[in-house]
């Protein structure tokens, strides 16, 4: 038995900041809304696919603490970082310091409206 890979991720959000997360991860990171399965009891929220992988977003009334103390992350491939940070600067969203840079590795690190930090790391160019 051994893990093969990622189903998916689950980050969460405080319920009155759901919005502007789903505009965060559709609107600004351009990830592709998929439907959810259908429940019995719907929650809030939407799930997206990031090729193979889910991401899942869900309200979670402890997500209103203090996220700032929470390195919890999800980090996403992309293609071209600077453009990247221009369209996250364009919609007022900061960049965190990155703390341990990783010598030949472009990254940055930001928060989504949630608080949750979300790294993105520009993919190497195909050999």
Known sequence: MSVVGIAHVQVTVAADRMAAAMTFYRGILGLEEI????????????WYRVGAIELHLRGDAAAAGDPAASRRHVAFLVTDLDRMEQALQAAGIARLPDARPIPGRRRLFVRDPGGNRVELVEAAPPA
């Open 35 to 46: 439907a959810q399965p259908s429940r019995d009891r719907p929650e809030a929220g939407a």
